[in-house]
C-alpha cells in the first residue's frame, strides 16, 4: 500500500513535471495551486447544490483564490479561516476581501461561522469515491467536522480512481477544470460516506 506521503510526492512531482501548477513553487508541502483553477472554481460554483448555496466556509489556499473571488462577486457570504487566530475566521461579502492580504481590510473577525452551509477545502489528491487527501497538517488537515457537506477543487492530475491510502476526509463534489465529480454516496466498502 502506498503511503500518504508516498502519495503527496507523486502528486507534487507529477504537476511540477507536467507544468501543472503556479506559485508558490515548488507546490510540495502545499495544496497545489493547479493550473485551470479558475475553472475548476467556475464548474464547481455552478454545480446546482453549490449554485444555490449563500454561505460558504472557503479554505486559504492559493488553489481557492479564484472560488473565493468569484464566490464574493456573485453574491455569497464567505468565512476564511484566520491566519493568525487559530480557530476564528473572517466573515467577508466584499469582493475586495478575496485574497488573503485584504481580509484585516475587507473582513470581520468572528469565533464561529455562523450560516456556513458548506465548506471547501484544498486537497494535494483526490478519488472518485469522495476520499480527500490534504497536505498532511494545517487547517483542515483531517475536514472540518462540523456536520456540513465539504467540497473540493483538483486538476486530473491529483485524481485517482481510489485513493491508496487512508483518506484525511471525504468530500461530497470534486470541481475539476472540465466538471464536477459528484462522488456516491456509499464509499467501496459499502458504509455510507461521512
Not at 10 to 21: F, K, P, S, Y
Not at 26 to 50: E, I
Not at 81 to 97: I, K, L
Request: hydrophobic letters at 40%; aromatic letters at 6%; a positive charge.
Amino acid at each position: 500500500m502506498t503511503t500518504a506521503g508516498a502519495l503527496r510526492e507523486q502528486v507534487w512531482d507529477e504537476l511540477v513535471a507536467r507544468r501543472a501548477c503556479a506559485y508558490p513553487l515548488p507546490p510540495h508541502g502545499h495544496c497545489p495551486n493547479f493550473t485551470h483553477a479558475k475553472k475548476a472554481a467556475a464548474q464547481l460554483l455552478s454545480h446546482p447544490d453549490v449554485a444555490a448555496l449563500h454561505t460558504l466556509i472557503v479554505g486559504p489556499e492559493r488553489a481557492l483564490l479564484p472560488l473565493r473571488q468569484q464566490a464574493l462577486k456573485a453574491g455569497k457570504t464567505l468565512f476564511v479561516p484566520h491566519q493568525h487566530r487559530q480557530g476564528w475566521y473572517w466573515r467577508v461579502t466584499d469582493p475586495a476581501g478575496a485574497k488573503l492580504s485584504a481580509l484585516r481590510a475587507h473582513g470581520e473577525a468572528t469565533l464561529t461561522p455562523t450560516g456556513a452551509q458548506a465548506a471547501v477545502i484544498a486537497c494535494v489528491a483526490a478519488d472518485h469515491h469522495g476520499a480527500r487527501l490534504g497536505k498532511g497538517f494545517g487547517w483542515g488537515a483531517r475536514g472540518l467536522h462540523l456536520g456540513l457537506p465539504e467540497f473540493t477543487l483538483a486538476h486530473p492530475l491529483m485524481l485517482r480512481p481510489a485513493l491508496p491510502c487512508p483518506a484525511d476526509s471525504h468530500v461530497t463534489l470534486i470541481g475539476t477544470p472540465d466538471r464536477v465529480i459528484t462522488p456516491p454516496a456509499h464509499l467501496p466498502d459499502g458504509t455510507n460516506r461521512p
